[in-house]
């Protein structure tokens, strides 16, 4: 027997009839305003009713591994519907070899920082601006106290691996790439990699992520993870050609706010 208690206003835990827990739920809302179900352990379907029941009039999103039979079943069970698809890749931090056609080294007229001696204005509104063509994300709302505070307080930070590429003729900011350090045994994760669009054919984003590569070759780390859309053709080529293998994959499902839902048939 399940039974389902609120933490707080945005937790849920699911108990077993001996009061341990068989699963958590918490409700995320990002910057975007999306609203994410976050699902940890098991008695997914006793959670997703309960916070369903209660927060079901907006549209919510929630993610489940590709082989996640059980997860997806409770989901699709519940209204979601497919969203999109992304592959999990691993990535050496030592590339094979340099695709036809790249140039290697820096690009020429750029210089880069590190996002702790970055400006914060101009810092958040690339950020902002990158996240615009980042599948699956809306418009994204943020400040630069929230960013600030959101970026240097997250203990998975490191300046060395978040760095910005600056145009050296304006000053301005043209690209970022960061990768999260986790701590072992889990690898460091890259978070985003991104170019405007008035920079790019330029090889910056390569030449991002290869500097952000040496540093943790550097440390003696040999691989990084990250997660690609499956229909994002310019990232998926990218890794493909730091030597990446697919080692997973996730879905994102969305189930509409009840008044978008289509009413029972007649019957």
Do not use: K
Not at 99 to 125: E, K, N
Request: proline share 7%; glycine share 12%; with cysteine.
């Amino acid at each position: 027997m399940i039974s389902v208690r609120q933490e707080a206003p945005d937790r849920w835990t699911a108990l077993r009839s001996d009061g341990g827990a068989a699963g958590r739920l918490r409700l995320l809302v990002r910057p975007d305003d999306r609203r994410i179900l976050l699902l940890q352990g098991g008695a997914d379907g006793p959670l997703l009713d309960t916070v369903l029941a209660a927060e079901g009039d907006g549209d919510l999103y929630a993610e489940a591994g590709e082989d996640d039979g059980d997860r997806l079943s409770a989901l699709t069970s519940r209204d979601f519907t497919v969203a999109r698809r992304e592959h999990l890749y691993a990535v050496p931090t030592t590339p094979p070899t340099t695709p036809p056609g790249t140039a290697a080294g820096w690009p020429d007229g750029f210089a880069v920082v590190s996002a702790a001696d970055a400006d914060m204005v101009r810092l958040t509104a690339l950020d902002r601006d990158l996240r615009r063509d980042v599948p699956g994300t809306g418009e994204w709302r943020t400040d630069p106290r929230t960013f600030r505070r959101e970026t240097f307080g997250d203990p998975e930070f490191d300046p060395s691996t978040y760095l910005v590429a600056v145009d050296g003729d304006t000053g301005g900011y043209a690209g970022l790439v960061r990768v999260w350090i986790r701590a072992r045994p889990a690898r460091p994760r890259l978070g985003l990699i991104g170019v405007l669009p008035a920079y790019r054919r330029r090889g910056l984003a390569r030449a991002l992520v290869a500097r952000v590569f040496g540093v943790l070759r550097e440390r003696g780390e040999a691989e990084v993870v990250c997660e690609v859309d499956e229909t994002n053709a310019g990232s998926n080529a990218l890794f493909a050609g730091f030597g990446a293998r697919r080692i997973g994959g996730s879905v994102e499902l969305v189930r509409p706010a009840r008044n978008s839902l289509a009413p029972p048939a007649a019957g």
